[in-house]
């Protein structure tokens, strides 16, 4: 309810009238004079009621009657009376009805009662109502209110005492606020003030209004009160404490800045007057030094009196805080007051408010900037900002400095020093607010045993002091240990926080403005005001060091985790500011700090520590390495949570980490995160700290290069307690997110990041060289996760990035590299599987930049890098094979890279990725790369250390060509543009195109590329490797030649085919003969393998068989190339040194391909021979078919057309063969070449040796030989038109070498059939047809070739006489096959006499044609025959074979049943004179031959060999006996002496008696006697002479069977009973037989023809013949009974001998 309303107006007249009228009952008795002024006063009172409306202003304007009676009452200072009238007064006072005159009244009223000690109370609380109530009090009256309240602040009662001086405050105050009022009424009129002379005197308050007049009175005397001078308008002050006057100052200039500052005249007095006043009043502090004695100084010096000096301080923070702007000199000396009152020598109390009062200021940032603007950036000028800080940081190591013994006490309390001792007193003192029961340890700083207690003093960045506020105290409080550390600690923060967040708002909205300044005028430039900069820059210049000083050693002090995460904090906001603000050095410091902290004490980290000297200087250590959790050490302050290595070079003992270095860490991780953009150079302060930290951590990197807590590899020597092991989990986390948060770094920054990490690298590689120890791969880890996270801009930072990678990789030390390849792998992959903007697809120059650092490994030696190397190209296979486009090359650089010393598990992985590539890629790549597919397949064929690999290489290259041939057109086109494009590059930069085989087409180049890739193959060391590549080269020359255009088929065969054959041939020539061991292993290598000789064999007649085959197949395609013949001859001097190696089986295979290149057909029987022989010696029989698309048995036939023959590759279309091909083979030139190439062949290899037997190195085998003389026939049918006499002698020689030929013992089993079977071998029924073929070419050719018929006689008869005499090999020793013990003789000669009979039986069939030919007769062939066959005949049963003397008989019967006749026939001319005695010697020498029939010889055989004897006999008596008139005599004679020997039996002594009559060819010995008395007796006989040796020959027989037959008798007779010889027994049968043969002839004969002396003889003999009959033999006396019977005939009666005579 307010005070004006009608009931307030109603109830306040009526509480004066009861006021009156109290006043009145008690002043009734004592003082009648006021009851009465009481009385009038009631009645005064209800008349102003009674006659006004406004009755309140009435009252007002009536006041001084109406307060009149309370005033008399308050002068009877009766206290009750008294009491009832000040409560009235008040009552009106405020109702506010009481005015100036009145008010004037009552404060005299009041100081009468103030005189006289009465009510001071209630009098304080009157006066404070009256001046508060409303402003009628001013001037003199009001100054006069002021001094009563002060001088009842100075009574002697507490109570009243402080009522008076709250009172006192309050006056000053309301003073103040009626001013501000004032001043706000005025506010809008604006007045004049007049113009102020230069030095205004104090007095000048005339331009006041009322209020302020009063103020300035006031605060003017104030100021003149503390500087103990008389007021000026304060009169009748009796006395004054400066304390309270400062207090009052202080209220003022606290309360009402505004005044101050608007009004000249208070700003006046606050420099003239309160300035001084405080710089005077200071002196005492200033001068006064703690510890000082007082004796050495001359004049006592005053002591600093606390309360003054507390509040001297509280006045100065107010004039520094609103009043900076008008004393800027007064501030400036004040602040260096205060600096100085920090000083280590001032009293503890002063220092304390000294620094509370620094905290002040401290959280004002904008004052603090202010004082930069002021000082510091003036010339001339104290940097007081500068020494602001570095007073704090001072201040705060003094702390830690124990007091100097001067001060005795402080040392030898315990609870007054700073010292480690005080811990206890200290935690007792009244800090302890900040400790939370017993259980956690307090907060404190710890440093070099000084132990200081932190305190919470007050809220972050509010300053509440404590002993600024103890007005009470006189005395100087006793300070608990730790409160003015605790207050500086809190300043410090302060002090960065508002620095930093003050200039980070003015940066941002510097930046904002930017940002709208650009968006608005996107063409102009922002020029930001340089100089808010320059002052932020001041700012954080001036104040580093000192902060930097002292963060840095209360970080190092600090026990409590919240003190260091807020120093921590700090450092951190400063480091960020210098990075935005470009002040490099202060911001490496700050970091430099917490990298210092994060690390253990004394760590040797060089980019940390500017000088070494500390490094040695202590060395923490820890017992009990194999403990795992490590209790916290009672002596250190901090609890240690890791123990680990420390990262260098040589091994040293372990470092600690404590929980505070892992909150360091934390800090330094967050600073790199969230401020990356500003470090700049310092990333690499920030990266080698952390390196080293997670080097003692552990913590190793995983994949993707996040670091994952993994065990040290040396030793136990890691120690992680349970607390640190839960943080490495986040560590690590933020450790990758720290470099995730790469992506949001400008590109500067990013590159310092990069430069940062390499270096890094390069220092931990540096570290790494020359000991295996564990390296640190922190720094290649984190380039790896930098790179990943900065894919999208990845082109700025790859250089540098992969360079150093690619360094890492070359590291000795294999964990290293591993990683450096690991990252560089890892980079390439995810490069290219990144969706860059545009695709890779589209810039080419990218991708070949990211592919490029995989290219550049393959110079790198380690093999596990290009291990790693090749997996990841087989994943970027896998993965992006199809988008690698022009990326190709490199790739496949980087597959085809090896080399054989790096090992086989590498060039199996390189493999891989070719097989990938060969299989899925080769339509997706360019085709100018596909030459580069063939070349990588190529180096793999030829590389030595995987022998499968090479096999599957070639395998491969046959894909890739049946690729070509597929996409053939395609891959033409792409060639050829690109070609053209080359071309012009060429023209332009006027040089010539360059690229293999450049003539030829580009499609071809790339088929000649393969084929000479093929080509090395072919004569790779290794054996399987050649047959593969052989069998692939001739399968790709055969299957896709025909793409090849003409031309380029001349390079194929001199550049490709024929370049192999050279070499093949070279490498063949000069192979080693050694025996290769198995291969190891349980790998048997077989027999005809065993040496490299042996295996180059094998890949020589591949060779030669593949290109016989092309020139086989492609033959009209060659033969328009101009330089057939060349090639041919070529050719054939490949296949004639091939023949005449001394290898069976490439001398065999050249005559295969021989064959092949005349199109011969090898009979079937052949070579299934052949190869049945060849398998028993081991050779695979595959090499034996002729090598081409014709089996064994499917001969290759020129009827099926050239055509089908082409055709029939893969269908390839071709026109038909010109006209004239066909007739194009017979080219007789070519022929002869081939005639020539096989005379020299046959020369060479069928020639014997000529040394002794020994040095034999080499005899052709039987297949070879055969295979020679089956290719003459074919050959011959071609060339025979100009075969001559020469040639055939050429050939002949050649025959009889190759039948000469032995063959080695372990091959004879199988060419040789058991040698009672008649059969030929393959080589000699091959001569023996050559000469067939000859013979009949004789026989249909013309009249000039018959002359060759006896030459070819010649030649059969010599093979006859192999049958007696087999043939020498040079001065070879062989054994025949009979007695050839296999492992006795090294060779067997053949068994000759099934081929020399097979001759023989030539022989006779071509007589039997040719016996009338001229030639025939003229050569003396006949002859010939019988000579040749004198020797079986001869020889008979000592022929190798009974057969051979046989068939000699039988074919000597048939050719002179041919030949005899002719021979007579020819008789005049003379030409068969010298045959017959050849032919009597024939007969002789087989008839009675020197050797005996074998033991064994049954009787039928025997008998059956005598009726061939007989047949000779018979021949003679028919077919030479009837024509002896035209036979030579001599010759007729020969028979008849040969007949009677014949008839005339000699037996044989070694027959049994049993076959004694058959044994002694009776039968011969009949026919001969038969044929004997036949022509003796024969009318015919032309001359006596015949007649004469008949005669003679049977006197002869008869007169010794006369002989016998008595001998015979006689030895009967004597021997008795003993039976006699056998021999003289048979003897005497044949005689018996003989004579009735004898008989038989003579009665068959004409009588007239029997001379008569032979009848005597015969009549002679029968006298004899009766004597034996008494013999006891009953075989004689059977024979006996034979010969005796036929006289029966001749007993007749005699005839007249007349007659007989006659005859």
């Excluded at 007045?191 to 006041?208: A, F, I, Y």
């Excluded at 006027?990 to 590329?1009: K, Q, S, T, V, Y």
Aim: hydrophobic share 40%; with cysteine.
């Amino acid at each position: 309810m307010s005070t004006s309303s009608p009931e307030a107006v109603k109830k306040l007249l009526e509480n004066m009238q009861t006021d009156l009228r109290s006043l009145s009952m008690e002043c009734k008795k004592k003082f009648p004079p006021v009851k009465e002024a009481a009385e009038s006063g009631i009645v005064k009172i209800k008349t102003i009621a009674a006659r006004n409306t406004d009755i309140l202003a009435a009252l007002k304007e009536n006041s001084s009657e109406v307060v009149q009676p309370f005033l008399m009452g308050c002068g009877t200072k009766e206290p009750k009376i008294t009491q009832l009238c000040l409560a009235a007064i008040q009552r009106l006072m405020s109702h506010e009805v009481v005015s100036e005159a009145a008010a004037g009244n009552i404060i005299n009223m009041l100081w009468q009662l103030m005189e006289n000690g009465l009510e001071e109370l209630k009098l304080l609380q009157t006066v404070l109502v009256l001046l508060t109530t409303n402003t009628v009090v001013h001037d003199e009256v009001l100054s006069k209110a002021i001094v009563l309240c002060f001088r009842l602040h100075f009574t002697k009662d507490n109570i009243t005492n402080n009522t008076a001086a709250a009172t006192v405050r309050q006056v000053v105050t309301v003073v103040f606020e009626r001013m501000v009022a004032e001043d706000e009424r005025f506010k809008g009129i604006v007045e004049q003030p007049p113009p102020v002379q230069g030095n205004t005197n104090r007095r000048s308050v005339s331009t006041l209004r009322p209020s302020a007049k009063d103020a300035y009175m006031l605060f003017q005397d104030l100021c003149q009160l503390v500087n103990a001078d008389a007021p000026y308008w304060l009169v009748g002050m009796t006395e004054m404490t400066r304390t309270f006057g400062l207090e009052l100052l202080e209220s003022v200039l606290n309360d009402f800045p505004g005044v101050f500052l608007q009004h000249q005249e208070f700003s006046f007095l606050l420099k003239e007057r309160v300035c001084p006043l405080v710089i005077k009043l200071f002196s005492p502090n200033i001068k006064f030094r703690q510890g000082s004695s007082s004796a050495a100084s001359p004049a006592p010096v005053e002591k600093p009196y606390f309360p003054i000096c507390m509040r001297l301080l509280r006045v100065v923070s107010v004039l520094i805080k609103h009043f900076y702007s008008l004393l800027v000199t007064e501030c400036e000396i004040f602040l260096s007051l205060l600096v100085k009152f920090l000083d280590g020598e001032k009293p503890q109390w002063l220092r304390a408010v000294a620094v509370e009062s620094v905290h002040r200021l401290c959280v004002q940032p904008h004052l603090l900037r202010s004082f930069c603007q002021s000082y510091d950036m003036k010339q001339h000028s104290t940097k007081v900002f500068r020494d602001i800080v570095n007073a704090l940081g001072s201040f705060i190591q003094s702390l830690f400095i124990v007091p100097n013994t001067g001060n005795t006490a402080a040392v030898s309390a315990p609870a007054g020093g700073s010292g480690s001792g005080a811990q206890g007193a200290a935690q007792g003192g009244p800090g302890t607010g900040g400790v939370s029961g017993n259980l956690t340890t307090q907060a404190a700083f710890e440093y070099r045993g000084t132990w200081i207690p932190l305190m919470t003093v007050s809220v972050q960045g509010s300053a509440k002091a404590t002993y600024l506020e103890m007005l009470d105290k006189v005395e100087p409080p006793s300070i608990p240990e730790g409160y003015a550390m605790s207050v500086a600690f809190s300043a410090l923060l302060d002090l960065v926080r508002g620095i930093t967040s003050m200039i980070e708002r003015e940066l941002a909205a510097e930046e904002e403005a930017a940002a709208e300044f650009r968006e608005a005028h996107p063409d102009q430039e922002w020029q930001p005001q340089p100089g808010a900069h320059l002052v932020w820059e001041e700012m954080v210049s001036a104040c580093w060091c000192g902060l930097l000083a002292a963060l840095s050693l209360l970080l190092d002090a600090s026990t409590d985790e919240t003190a260091t995460e807020n120093i921590l904090k700090a450092e951190l906001t400063m480091a960020s500011l210098c990075g935005r603000l470009g002040l490099v050095t202060p911001r490496d410091a700050f970091i430099t700090a917490i990298c210092k902290a994060s690390l253990p004490p004394h760590y040797a980290l060089t980019v940390l520590s500017s000088n070494a000297a500390n490094l040695s200087s202590k060395a923490y250590s820890i017992q009990g390495q194999s403990v795992q959790i490590i209790s916290p050490s009672s002596e250190s302050h901090q609890q240690v949570v890791a123990v680990g290595q420390p990262l260098t070079a040589q091994p040293q003992g372990t470092v600690v980490l404590t929980a505070k270095n892992i909150q360091c860490m934390r800090t330094l991780l967050n600073l790199a995160h969230c401020h990356g953009a500003v470090l700049g150079t310092s990333w690499q302060l920030v990266l080698a700290t952390l390196q080293h930290l997670v080097w003692i951590l552990g913590l190793k990197p995983g994949v993707g290069g996040a670091l994952k807590p993994g065990r040290a590899v040396e030793g136990p020597s890691t120690v992680l307690t349970t607390a640190v092991m839960t943080d490495l989990p986040v560590i690590s986390n933020i450790l990758s997110r720290l470099f995730e948060s790469s992506q949001y770094l400008d590109d500067v920054s990013l590159h310092h990041l990069i430069n940062a990490l390499c270096s890094l690298s390069l220092e931990a590689m540096e570290m790494a060289y020359g000991n295996n120890k564990e390296p640190s791969l922190f720094a290649v880890a984190k380039l790896l996760e930098t790179g990943l996270v900065n894919m999208d801009r990845i082109e700025i930072l790859w250089r540098p990035l992969t360079g150093h990678l690619l360094e890492v990789c070359q590291h000795p030390n294999s964990r290293m590299r591993e990683w450096g390849a690991e990252a560089l792998t890892a980079l390439i992959k995810a490069g290219l599987a990144y969706k860059h903007d545009p695709p890779l697809a589209q810039n080419q120059r990218l991708q070949l930049l990211l592919l490029n650092p995989l290219k550049e490994l393959s110079n790198v030696l380690h093999a596990d890098i290009r291990q790693k190397q090749l997996e990841s190209v087989l994943q970027i296979l896998q993965s992006q094979g199809d988008s690698l486009g022009p990326g190709w090359p490199l790739v496949l650089g980087v597959i085809g890279a090896i080399r054989n010393d790096q090992g086989e598990s590498l060039i199996r992985t390189a493999f891989q990725c070719l097989q990938l590539v060969v299989t899925d890629f080769l339509p997706t790549m360019p085709c100018t790369c596909l030459q580069i597919v063939v070349d990588v397949a190529g180096s793999f064929g030829l590389q030595n250390q995987e022998l499968n690999i090479s096999l599957t290489s070639i395998g491969l290259l046959w894909n890739i060509s049946d690729y070509f041939f597929q996409r053939g057109e395609a891959i033409t086109q792409e060639l050829e543009r690109e070609e053209e494009a080359l071309q012009k590059q060429a023209q332009e930069q006027g040089e010539i195109l360059n690229r293999p085989f450049h003539p030829a087409p580009p499609f071809d180049c790339l088929w000649l590329c393969l084929y000479a890739k093929l080509g090395e193959l072919c004569v790779d060391p290794r054996p399987a490797v050649r047959k593969s590549a052989g069998q692939t080269l001739f399968s790709t020359i055969a299957a896709h030649g025909t793409l090849l255009q003409q031309p380029t088929w001349h390079i194929v065969v001199w550049k490709v085919l024929f370049h192999l054959l050279d070499c093949v041939r070279t490498s063949s020539t000069t192979a080693d003969k050694e025996k290769i061991e198995s291969g190891g292993g349980n790998i048997l290598i077989h027999h005809s393998r065993d040496t490299a000789e042996k295996q180059w064999a094998e890949t020589w007649v591949l060779t030669l068989a593949g290109v016989a085959r092309i020139f086989n197949t492609r033959r009209y395609l060659l033969q328009q190339l101009g330089d057939f013949f060349e090639a041919w001859e070529v050719l054939l001097n490949h296949i004639q040194s091939a023949a005449l190696s001394k290898n069976n089986e490439v001398s065999l295979a050249a005559l295969k391909s021989f064959q092949e290149i005349l199109q011969i057909v090898t009979p079937v029987k052949d070579s299934d021979k052949a190869a049945d022989a060849f398998a028993a010696m081991g050779v695979p029989p595959v090499l034996i078919d002729p090598l081409s698309a014709s089996g064994p048995g499917r001969p290759l036939v020129r009827s099926d057309s050239l055509v089908e023959r082409l055709t029939r590759y893969n269908g390839a279309e071709l026109q038909a063969p010109p006209p004239g091909e066909e007739s194009a083979l017979e080219d007789s030139a070519l022929w002869w070449s081939a005639w020539n190439t096989w005379y020299r062949t046959g020369t060479d290899s069928t020639r014997p040796p000529s040394g002794p037997t020994e040095k034999l190195s080499f005899i052709p085998s039987q297949p070879f030989l055969t295979a020679l003389i089956q290719i003459f026939p074919a050959l011959y049918q071609h060339i025979k038109a100009n075969f001559s006499m020469e040639d055939l002698k050429k050939l002949g020689v050649i025959l009889h070498g190759a039948v000469s030929v032995p063959i080695s013992s372990d091959a004879s089993p199988f060419i040789l059939p058991s040698y009672t079977e008649a059969v030929l071998t393959s080589l000699q029924e091959a001569v023996l047809t050559s000469l067939d073929v000859l013979q009949k070419a004789i026989c249909v050719g013309p009249e000039n070739l018959q002359v060759m018929y006896p030459a070819i006689f010649e030649q059969l008869l010599l093979f006859v006489e192999f049958s007696c005499k087999p043939p020498q090999y040079g001065r070879m020793e062989t054994k025949h096959v009979a007695n050839a013990k296999y492992n006795q003789a090294e060779w067997v000669a053949l068994n000759y006499v099934p081929f020399a009979e097979r001759s023989l039986e030539v022989v006779v069939d071509l007589y039997h044609k040719t016996a009338c030919h001229k030639a025939v007769i003229n050569e003396k062939v006949l002859q010939n025959i019988i000579k040749t066959l004198r020797m079986p005949l001869g020889l008979k049963y000592a022929c190798p074979s009974e057969s051979t003397w046989k068939l000699a008989v039988s074919s000597l019967l048939k050719v002179l049943s041919i030949g005899l006749p002719v021979a007579r026939q020819h008789a005049s001319s003379g030409k068969f004179d010298t045959m017959w005695p050849e032919l009597a010697n024939a007969f002789e020498d087989f008839l009675f031959t020197k050797s005996t029939p074998p033991d064994n010889l049954s009787i039928q055989e025997f008998q059956k060999n005598e009726a061939i004897d007989v047949e000779v006999v018979q021949l003679i008596s028919t077919e030479i006996l009837p024509f002896a008139n035209f036979i030579p005599k001599d010759f007729v004679g020969q028979i008849m002496t040969m007949l009677n020997r014949g008839s005339i039996h000699s037996q044989s002594p070694s027959f049994t008696e049993a076959e004694i009559d058959v044994r002694m060819r009776e039968e011969f010995s009949k026919v001969c006697f038969e044929t004997l008395l036949q022509f003796s007796f024969s009318n015919k006989v032309s001359t006596p002479q015949e007649g004469y040796i008949s005669r003679m020959a049977l006197s002869v027989l008869l007169k010794r069977s006369q002989d016998v037959l008595r001998r015979y008798v006689e030895d009967e007779r004597l021997s008795g009973r003993c039976p006699l010889p056998r021999q003289q027994v048979t003897e005497i049968i044949f005689v018996l037989k003989a004579i009735s043969t004898l008989m038989d002839s003579l009665k068959k004969t004409q009588p007239e023809n029997v001379d008569g002396n032979t009848w005597a003889q015969v009549i002679a003999l029968y006298p004899t013949l009766v004597e034996c009959i008494t013999c006891s033999s009953s075989e004689v006396s059977s024979a006996l009974k034979e010969a005796l019977g036929p006289f029966k005939d001749f007993m007749q009666p005699p005839v007249s001998r007349v007659q007989n005579g006659e005859s």
